[in-house]
């Protein structure tokens, strides 16, 4: 087992997404310099000033803003950061040591391919073939992304929907996620530099291969730098 390999990527992991989960509050106007308000509204619709532009969420995001400002106001932007941050990487590595191990229920790797050299993941490939527990605009939602090329927006929803659908078989890792939680959830397959390629990449699937110590060595570097900002 390559631990040099493995606390390279759980640090630099753990500062990746930290800043990929602020970027996200940003773009609704949280951070942690305060809570701003929507620079237009209408129904079902709110824009936000993130400096570098304005974005727009709608209908049950904006419900979803809400929790997370309650969330914000009663724990503080940091510590909701860090929760986040940490519950999906959580998330990740487990269900990569699952389809490592070919523990995942529908037999179908979410985060790789089962084909050498193949950098979409088998979840992208097969989507429609899979059960997780889709309605039909699910489906027609799926056609679309792919349509228009929208592979890493495609990778989300179907990791999200992975995740929820694990909440059947592993409740207490995977509790259902449609909250505030997606919105700060922000992952590519497609960025050479991003943390679902880094993963694959950096660290070889012997290492995930039956090991399951490797997870608590993950845990234990990510929080390492965790316990350093404390001081």
């Known amino acids: 087992m390559d631990k040099n390999a493995i606390k390279s990527f759980a640090i630099e992991s753990r500062r990746q997404m930290i800043e990929s989960v602020k970027y996200q509050a940003s773009l609704i106007g949280i951070t942690a310099d305060g809570i701003s308000e929507p620079v237009s509204t209408a129904e079902g619709m709110e824009t936000y000033d993130y400096g570098a532009g304005t974005h727009t969420i709608f209908d049950e995001d904006i419900q979803k803003r ?25 998330r990740i590595i487990a269900i990569r040591y699952m389809e490592v191990n070919d523990y995942l229920p529908t037999r179908t790797r979410v985060l790789s391919s089962e084909t050498e050299g193949k950098i979409e993941p088998d979840i992208i490939t097969e989507a429609l073939e899979l059960d997780l527990d889709y309605c ?21 929803f179907l990791f999200i929907k992975q995740c ?6 592993l409740p207490g890792l995977f509790e259902k996620t449609d909250d505030y939680m997606e919105l700060l959830l922000n992952i590519s397959f497609t960025s050479n530099e991003g943390v679902i390629r880094n993963l694959v990449n950096s660290i070889s699937e012997e290492d995930f291969g039956n090991q399951v110590e490797i997870i608590g060595w993950l845990y234990q570097f990510y929080n390492s730098e965790l316990k350093d900002d404390t001081f």
Do not use: M
């Not at 039909?136 to 989300?156: A, H, P, R």
């Not at 929820?164 to 078989?169: F, G, M, P, R």
């Open 66 to 90: 809400e929790s997370l400002v309650r969330e914000v106001n009663n724990k503080g932007f940091e510590n909701v950061v860090e929760e986040v941050a940490y519950t999906w990487f959580n």
């Open 136 to 156: 039909s605009d699910d489906k027609e939602l799926i056609f679309k992304l792919k349509e228009e090329n929208k592979l890493d927006v495609l990778f989300k």
């Open 164 to 169: 929820n659908k694990l909440n059947e078989i």
